[in-house]
Every structure is written in C-alpha cells, then in structure tokens.
C-alpha cells in the first residue's frame, strides 16, 4: 500500500497515547512504584490526550473531503472505522475530566478518580483494538489480515506508554524500579511480537495469478499488465519498496524502537541516568514510527495481481506514467501446462 503521513500520525500518536492513559490507571490503581502524585498524573493524563489529539486531528488529512468526517460515526453497527471514531470521542470527557478532577483535589487514589480513569483507560483499549481491526477485517491484503495486527497494535501503544511512564517517573526522582523493569518488559514483548508477525508476512502463501485465474496444475506468466499508464489502483494500493531497505528499515525498528529504550532503560536500573530517561520514549516513537511505515508500505493488495505486480527489488513507476488513467487494457495471462 501507499503509506500515508496521515494514517502513519494516527496510529503511532494515538496508539501511544491511548496506552500511556491505560497504563497510569493501572500504575494509580495498584501504586506501582507508590503511584505518582496528584499533580504528575494530570500531567501525564494530559501528555496522553495530546498524543491522542494529535492522532486524531492526522486522520483527518486522509479523508477526500473532511468536513463530512461526521458521517464514519453514523456506521457504528458495521464499520470498525466508525467504531474507533466513537469510542476516542467518548474517550474525550473521561480522560479531560479525570485530569481536572485530580489537578484541583489532589486525589488520585479516591473511588471518582478511579472511576474517570479505569472509565478512559478502557475506552482507549476499545479504541486500539477498534483501530487495528480496520486493517485486520480486510482479507483482500494478507499482511493485515491477521490476529496479530491488533495484537501489535497493543503492544506497540503499551511499550511506548510505559517507556514514557518511566521516563517521567526517573526524571522527577521517585522509585523508578519497577516502572522501568515494567517498560523494558512491554518493549522486548512488542519486539517478539513484532519479529512474529515480520515472520508470517514472509511465509510465501495466500492468493497467487494461479488461484486467482483456477490454474493450479500449470505455471501462469503474465503477458500484459492491463494498462500503459498509472492507474489509481497502481497508485494507492501497490508499492515499490526495494527489499533491502525494507530490511534495513526492519532492522531500525528493532535498533531504535526496542533496543535502544531498552538500554537505556536497563542502565537506569543499574545507575542513575537522570535526563537522559528522556531519550527512551522518543527513540520507542521514532522506531515505532518506522515500524508504523513498513506496516503500510509492505502491504499488498491482491488486486496487483491483475495488473503485473512486480518484484519489490524493481524501481518505481516513472512518474509520466502517474499522470493519467486511460481506459484499462484485458487482461492476458499465458498459461504453461505443467
């Protein structure tokens, strides 16, 4: 598929951001750490409304015309699109209230807060998973269709959390251990998942031109790719990614996205590192955001099959042939009996 900038916001800014608010529910529910104090939390219930805001305002770049966005929340009962959209609206009172309620009371710990953030933490849940089910439910891309999309989209949103919950909690000084024992955690089980799913995808298996066609005793050869121009399917629903920087870019995703904030992170558990906790969080977005790339780039629809899908080591399509879409070609295979 084509990645887009703006898909690529939404799901790193408010993944993350829907689990760093489930996570400080969970950390003030049982006082991991000793739970941080009234005044931190706000902060960080606001951190993560803000990510999520972020998010949230990206996805409107991708629609055609945005001033009819209303209408996906119309589509509830059937559309996992519509469903992410209602539950973040209802995510909103929550999250804003329960930030407000602690900021001015100074309770963290008292059955209304528990209440206004369990009640957020949940519905940002709702929201991940309402979020990766938009891509699971297609089985016409087979990348995305799988269980393992919405659990990566979890664990992705949980490791990026945590890492910002440990960072916060060693910057002000409080008793890191267990908050940073518990990121470092959330971060290798994203990478093992991570590495699970870069596993499947590379498994040579679901529709090829010889079940799609019902030539499965013979070697079909594609003649003519059914247009001399760029299309639209050409270009929002194939890509040209060169394998090896699709490798290279996989490798950074673990370097940078779990590795790194894992050091960091260890080392603080070792010796103080002070400020430099600051750095984890940001190089678990960085890394998940190449991940959030490589999520939509690798992706390929199984209607490239009609029109000459071609290895991903070859260049792009000229850009004159972009320009234009001219009435389609037929389709012409050759069929070899095998």
């Not at 939404?10 to 941080?36: C, E, K, M």
């Not at 080392?267 to 590192?273: E, G, K």
């Not at 780039?297 to 899908?309: D, F, I, M, S, T």
Request: proline share 4%; net charge positive.
């Amino acid at each position: 598929m084509k990645p887009s900038l703006a898909v690529i916001f939404l799901t790193l800014f408010s993944g993350s951001g829907f689990g760093l608010v489930a996570l400080l529910a969970l950390d003030n529910d049982f006082r991991i750490g000793g739970g941080f104090a009234p005044i931190m939390t706000a902060i960080l219930m606001g951190c993560g409304l803000v990510l999520v805001t972020i998010g949230m305002i990206s996805s409107t770049a991708h629609l055609a015309n945005p001033k009819n966005a209303w209408r996906a929340f119309t589509r509830w009962r059937s559309s996992w699109l519509s469903r992410e959209g209602v539950f973040a609206m209802v995510f909103y009172p929550f999250a804003i209230a329960d930030a407000g309620w602690v900021f001015f009371t100074d309770d963290t710990h008292g059955a209304l807060a528990l209440l206004l953030s369990n009640a957020a933490a949940v519905l940002g849940l709702a929201t991940i998973f309402s979020q990766g089910m938009i891509y699971a439910c297609l089985r016409t891309i087979r990348q995305w269709h799988t269980p393992l999309v919405p659990a990566n989209f979890y664990a992705l949103g949980f490791a990026v959390g945590a890492a910002i919950l440990a960072a916060a909690r060693i910057v002000t000084g409080g008793p890191d251990r267990a908050l940073a024992s518990m990121a470092v955690g959330l971060l290798l089980i994203a990478a093992v998942l991570k590495a699970i799913y870069y596993f499947w995808i590379g498994k040579p298996s679901g529709t090829t031109i010889q079940t799609a066609t019902g030539f499965n005793r013979g070697t079909v050869r594609l003649l003519d790719q059914g247009h001399t121009f760029g299309t639209f399917l050409t270009r929002e629903f194939s890509n040209c990614l060169n394998r090896t920087r699709a490798r290279r870019l996989r490798i950074a995703v673990f370097m940078v996205g779990f590795a790194g904030p894992v050091a960091l992170l260890a080392a603080d558990l070792q010796h103080s590192i002070g400020l430099w906790a600051i750095t984890a969080p940001v190089l678990a977005l960085l890394g998940v955001g190449i991940e959030r790339f490589l999520f939509f780039a690798e992706a390929q629809h199984v209607v490239n099959l009609y029109h000459g899908r071609m290895p991903a080591s070859l260049p792009k399509m000229p850009e004159f042939m972009r320009r234009k879409a001219p009435s389609a070609v037929p389709l012409v295979a050759h069929y070899d009996k095998g």
